[in-house]
């Protein structure tokens, strides 16, 4: 018999999570039945969200149950099962990572061409990690054409992209901020105007000299001192889309910043969450321009991979400490 392995949770983390918080499980691999495909798991990705899933608390999504496994994007091969258009040896984008082989509702899952792309793309670039890069920067935040814009987080796998759409729709000037020399320097490889190393001193000052102008757009991913400071350097009728605000993620008590939210009224800003699900009516326009940037090499993207299903509760809290370059995913 095979033995599918699949990581639980184990408890609920208070404050960061650590390993104790998950246990590696084995089960038998499941048979499908009507309408349902087993699909042996090659790519899983780990991604922020996951944190607050972690917590028993009401939210935009079901919390994760104790005891069970845990899900998430994850792409592979079928093995059994059949629906329509899809048949064993296709290849599936699905729901249900965690684990090595997976019982998806045939519904549930996407078929993907493992030729146009190599497959790790789907679960990043070309995938949920792009759309929301796309849908934040064009849609929700509503980019135009010689704007200044501002990303935070920026050497992870959507601010990356982020900047490179920017540039690519018009962006006068692209700033990011990222966690290490090493990311300093990779955004700047990738095309941002002006990058700075958050740790160096004050977000403010740091924002300020890379963008003396101001900005008009602000793509948040961390959310707290960042937020501030995208507040306070923004000009009149400024748009922050926020997607992410890791920096509370683990927090165990309420954040200090921001601390300028009045400045929102007399420069007419505007502050809006999304959530990529929202925006599912512009996946057919993205794919087809990132599809085609990428064939044509103008924009590229970053993965950390780690091996085995066993490393995955490794692999999410490197991402939450920021050892990401790009993407984070686990081969399985």
Known sequence: MTVNR????????????????????????????PGQLLVRNQFM?????????????????????????????????????EADGIAPGDTVLHG???????????????????????????????????????????DVAAMQPGETVFVSGAAGAVGSVVGQIAKLRGAARVVGSAGSPAKVERLRALGFDAVFDYHDGPVGNSLRAAAPDGIDVYFDNVGGEHLEA?????????????????????????????RNLGLIIGKRIT???????????????????????????????????VDGVANAPDAFLGLLRGENLGKMLVRL
């Open 96 to 138: 249900l990572g965690w684990r090595e082989y997976a019982l998806v509702d045939a519904q549930g899952a996407r078929k993907v061409d493992p030729d146009l792309a190599p497959v790790t793309a789907y679960l990043g670039v070309l995938g949920m990690t792009g759309l929301t890069a796309y849908a934040g920067l064009l």
């Open 230 to 258: 995208a507040i306070g350097a923004m000009r009149a009728h400024g748009r922050a889309a926020i997607c992410g605000m890791i920096s509370q993620y683990n927090a165990t008590e309420p954040p200090a910043a921001p």
């Open 271 to 305: 502050l809006r969450g999304f959530l990529v699900r929202d925006h599912q009516h512009l996946r057919d326009g993205f794919e087809r321009e990132v599809a085609g940037w990428l064939r044509e090499g103008r924009i590229s993207y970053d993965e950390t991979i």
């Open 6 to 33: 699949e990581i639980h949770l184990a408890s609920r983390p208070h404050g960061w999570p650590t390993a104790e918080n998950f246990r590696l499980v084995e089960a038998e691999v499941p048979t499908p039945g």
């Open 45 to 81: 990705s780990v991604d922020p969200y996951m944190r607050g899933r972690m917590n028993d608390v009401k939210s935009y999504v079901p919390p994760f149950a104790l005891d069970a496994p845990l899900d998430g994007g994850a792409i592979g091969e079928v093995v059994a099962g």
